[in-house]
């Protein structure tokens, strides 16, 4: 079983009283930048809570606060790999996932502490995304969709992975109608280039190939069939 775990507007709700009394350093210029806000359209938006996503050290802000957070759990549940409830924690930023052998163990015991060591910081668990998952059913963790089908363990890229990527094709596309085509494909590349390698990176890219190859017929080969048909035979 998997708990996935969805904290709610994780970077606009982290504490900033939380954070600052646990940095070990200088915490004068931290408080500042917290406190800073910021200007949309000549406003000021003060920031009383959160830091902005997308921010260069909100990675880092993230992490600061669910640093902690496997420590916990083994603190909490010392004698759960040795009893057979097989828990693991991944996590990546505010993205983490638990795993055990128990769906009501995960639910009654592992979320409760979950929500008290969010709570401290300022987070909250999303009610509507965060559940417990059979892994024949998988899951999405990343982009990529994680299963086991007949014993065999299987990883594509998520639907909504998959049909965000597509949609960006479509986009570049139709957004380059009149261009010429040396131009597209300059601009098209870095996409197409960028998804080859999250997939042979992962470890089996092979699922995740077929997975692509299904999509093109009717959402990326014929727009781009559209394309080259204005080229000449012999630049193809």
Request: net charge positive; hydrophobic share 40%.
């Amino acid at each position: 079983m998997v708990l996935e775990a969805e904290i709610q507007s994780c970077f606009d709700k982290i504490s900033h009283d939380w954070m600052i009394a646990k940095l070990p350093t200088d915490k004068a210029i931290p408080q500042k930048w917290l406190k800073a806000g910021f200007v949309y359209q000549n406003e000021l938006f003060p920031t009383e809570a959160g830091t902005p996503q997308g921010g260069i050290i909100s990675p880092v802000a993230a992490n600061v606060t669910l640093d902690g957070l496997e420590a916990m759990l083994a603190q909490k549940f010392p004698q759960a790999k040795t009893t057979g409830l097989k828990m693991h924690m991944v996590r990546y930023a505010d993205d983490f996932i638990i795993t055990g052998n128990s769906k009501e163990w995960l639910e009654q015991e592992v979320r409760p502490a979950l929500v008290e060591f969010l709570a401290e910081r300022g987070l909250v668990l999303s009610p509507q995304k965060t559940k417990v998952t059979h892994i024949e059913d998988g899951f999405d963790f990343l982009g990529w969709n994680i299963r086991k089908y007949n014993g065999e363990f299987l990883s594509k890229p998520s639907t909504a992975n998959l049909k965000a990527h597509l949609e960006k094709i479509r986009e570049i596309i139709k957004a380059n109608k009149s261009a010429k085509q040396a131009n597209l494909i300059r601009q098209l590349n870095p996409v197409l280039r960028r998804d080859r390698c999250r997939r042979v990176n992962f470890s089996n890219w092979l699922c995740g190939r077929r997975v692509m190859g299904r999509q093109p017929g009717y959402l990326v080969v014929l727009p781009l069939n559209r394309v080259f048909s204005r080229l000449p035979h012999a630049a193809c």
